[in-house]
């Protein structure tokens, strides 16, 4: 094996993101950039005009019943 110590270094800017009101992961755009972003995870769309159809209480309690299901496989 080789001793030699490789240095690394990440350029550009670190890209914070924001807290997903409904699966609370980090995973919508940070602050008013996060507005109208759609979360990858639970697919919660982030603010506007009611474009989920669901309150946030409902959209909650079924992706934990989604969790819950996907873990009995």
Known sequence: MDNRENKYSVVGENEGK???PCCRYYSIGFGEEGFYDICPV?????GGDDPNHITLEEAQKKLKYLVLWINLF
Request: with cysteine; hydrophobic share 40%; proline share 0%.
């Open 18 to 20: 924001g807290l997903c």
């Open 42 to 46: 639970c697919f919660w769309e982030n």
